[in-house]
């Protein structure tokens, strides 16, 4: 990969090197653009949202750490002594994981990541996003399905968007809104390069519970955030 298509790898490995970055900005037809602070990839345990740091506590066993970004959650379960592996599509974004001293990573695809099982698979920042549509989250289930041990647990964080389609008297519309509404395109842009675009999704507690369930999971939720947001602990449905 080059710049072209890593702008978040590029701003990543920048800021590692040199202490700062220039702007990561994130471009979407529907939301308006976006920036997204490269120091926050870079935050310590101390820096996390509690949904972020509940996730870690609660991770156990062996973990892998999906799109694991700038390896902050991988340094954090590391430094308590929990075995983590790290894997990220960037091939920067690994080798700046490598170099910050994350012992275990992986330059992969999870989608096409044929590895050992796991206890706890991790996916945090939103990390599901990745999934890009409802229409994939089976796929999703599969994967998870394989590289779940038995007992194990999938723990991820994400929004619930309907806030975006709020009007002034508070009122959440979305009957304008064509497919699913958490489904964004977005455009990296590091440095003046816009990387190519991608879907992302936002999926709310109710959809994700339903799309586990038609694939055999259990959905619970561990914590609610402060502005829409969720950690959900998803396992296989016993019995
Ligand atoms: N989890 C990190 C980083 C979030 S940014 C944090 O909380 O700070 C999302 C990361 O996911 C990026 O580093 C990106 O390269 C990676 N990514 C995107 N698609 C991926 C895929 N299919 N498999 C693995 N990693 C992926």
């Known amino acids: 990969m080059t710049i072209e298509n890593d702008p978040m ?24 653009d976006d920036e997204i602070p490269v120091k926050t990839l870079f935050r310590s345990l101390q820096e996390m949202p509690a949904i972020e740091r509940v996730a870690l506590e609660q991770a156990r066993g062996h973990i892998l750490d999906v799109g694991a970004g700038a390896g902050c959650h991988s340094l954090a379960l590391q430094g308590q002594g929990k075995p983590v592996t790290a894997i990220d599509i960037s091939p920067v974004a690994v080798a700046t994981m490598r170099e910050r001293g994350v012992v275990d990573v992986l330059e992969q695809d999870f989608f096409t990541y044929d590895g050992p099982r796991f206890d706890t698979i991790l996916m945090l920042m939103n990390g599901i996003g990745i999934v890009g549509t409802v229409s994939r989250l089976p796929a999703f289930f599969m994967q ?13 964080d994400s929004s619930d968007i309907c806030y975006i389609y709020e009007d002034e008297d508070g009122f959440i519309d979305l009957t304008g809104v064509e497919g699913y509404y958490g489904e964004m395109t977005y455009q990296m842009q590091y440095r003046g390069v ?11 507690a109710d959809t994700l519970r339903e799309q586990a369930a038609a ?8 914590l609610v955030g402060d502005h829409y947001d969720y950690l959900a602990r998803i396992t296989r449905r016993r019995g």
Do not use: M, N
């Open 215 to 222: 694939c055999g999971f259990d959905l619970e939720i561990v």
């Open 144 to 156: 998870v399905d394989r590289l779940l041990a038995d007992g194990g647990q999938l723990l991820c």
């Open 194 to 204: 816009k990387g190519s675009t991608f879907p992302w999704l936002f999926v709310d």
């Open 9 to 32: 790898g590029q701003a990543i490995a920048d800021y590692h090197k040199h202490g700062k970055a220039a702007q990561l900005r994130v471009l979407s037809p529907v939301l308006e």
